[in-house]
């Protein structure tokens, strides 16, 4: 007991000799380090807001809100509806591609597939996402469209469709592998009683699995469609320039982040408002990824299941 007493005074002089400057200054390393992101983010979001507002100041909403794009004119016109249309056609098409095929992958994956076709088929599925995109956009418009051309007659080499196929491909790791692992994460013993109550693989994966694990899967499909309006290199080798306001999708779209690679290869002179457009065009493309994620964000929240 003596011995024990002696041991406990020599930890604890030690503990107050020792000096505890690393203690102090790896917390406020590490707080530094956190803090960059967020740095970061303010930096963007300022200069977004700071250039937008000088284009929003010339040009007005009405204008900005109509179907007349023609930035390079001698008399320039700004409405970036037909923007907004290529954007969502392009990312819906992409969304028809990714959810069906992503979803059955990841139900095949976590409910029917054996541990050794599991291990093969999921690391070639994840190869997917690993591909550069100017891949996939000369995939596009080299492979994707001409079969296409043969198909459809009428289609234009430089089409809406054919991006958004391959959007929906480079899409598909994304859903299959985020709603692979939400029906994971749903317990065995549901499974168990599923099946002792007689019901058969394919009854448990859509009357049980699924349904417990509804949130994580709409939560991918909202990240996989903010993941498709952000897409830039496939729609800017593929869909084309066409600034005209069209529902057709065999004909040439231009996205917002199209219209801001064309500008910024220096077709628009710093300082005009046809430069201060990008900003704008930024801005309102970084508004509808952050209600995207927020909104992943919601659904993952309010539709969880604890168990």
């Known amino acids: 007991m003596e011995n024990q007493t002696k041991i406990r005074e020599m930890i604890q002089k030690?503990?107050?000799?020792?000096?505890?400057?690393?203690?102090?200054?790896?917390?406020?390393?590490?707080?530094?380090?956190?803090?960059?992101?967020?740095?970061?983010?303010?930096?963007?979001?300022?200069?977004?807001?700071t250039d937008a507002f000088r284009f929003f100041a010339a040009v007005p909403l009405s204008e900005v809100?109509?179907?007349d794009l023609a930035p390079l004119n001698k008399d320039p016109r700004f409405g970036f509806i037909p923007l907004f249309i290529g954007t969502i056609t392009t990312s819906l098409i992409a969304m028809l591609v990714a959810v069906p095929i992503g979803l059955a992958a990841a139900?095949?994956?976590?409910?029917?597939?054996?541990?050794?076709?599991?291990?093969?088929?999921?690391?070639?599925?994840?190869?997917?996402?690993?591909?550069?995109?100017?891949?996939?956009?000369?995939?596009?418009?080299?492979?994707?469209?001409?079969?296409?051309?043969?198909?459809i007659p009428g289609l234009e080499s430089k089409n809406a469709l054919s991006p958004g196929l391959v959007m929906g491909i480079m899409i598909i790791?994304?859903?299959?592998?985020?709603?692979?692992?939400?029906?994971n994460s749903v317990p065995e013993i549901m499974k168990e009683g599923a099946f002792g109550l007689?019901?058969?693989?394919?009854?448990?994966?859509?009357?049980?699995?699924?349904?417990?694990?509804?949130?994580?899967?709409?939560?991918?499909?909202?990240?996989?469609?903010?993941?498709?309006?952000?897409?830039?290199?496939i729609v800017t080798i593929a869909s084309g320039s066409s600034k005209a306001f069209t529902l057709d999708i065999t004909q040439s779209m231009q996205t917002m982040t199209g219209y801001i690679v064309e500008f910024t290869s220096g077709d628009a002179a710093s300082g005009t408002t046809g430069y201060y457009s990008l900003y704008a065009v930024g801005l309102l493309l970084?508004?509808?990824?952050?209600?995207?994620?927020?909104?992943?964000?919601?659904?993952?929240?309010k539709y969880r299941e604890a168990y």
Request: a positive charge.
């Open 173 to 183: 790791p994304m859903v299959a592998s985020l709603s692979e692992d939400a029906m």
């Open 198 to 233: 007689g019901s058969t693989k394919l009854e448990v994966a859509f009357k049980v699995v699924i349904p417990a694990a509804i949130s994580g899967i709409l939560a991918s499909i909202v990240l996989g469609i903010s993941r498709a309006i952000g897409e830039t290199m």
């Open 286 to 301: 970084f508004l509808f990824t952050m209600v995207m994620n927020q909104l992943a964000h919601y659904i993952s929240k």
């Open 107 to 151: 139900i095949y994956l976590s409910q029917f597939a054996s541990q050794r076709v599991r291990r093969l088929v999921k690391p070639m599925l994840e190869v997917l996402a690993g591909i550069p995109t100017i891949v996939y956009g000369f995939f596009a418009y080299s492979f994707v469209t001409p079969m296409l051309m043969n198909l």
């Open 65 to 67: 809100l109509s179907t």
């Open 14 to 49: 030690r503990v107050k000799e020792k000096k505890r400057y690393m203690d102090k200054i790896v917390p406020l390393f590490l707080l530094f380090m956190a803090l960059i992101s967020v740095f970061t983010t303010f930096g963007i979001v300022l200069t977004l807001i």
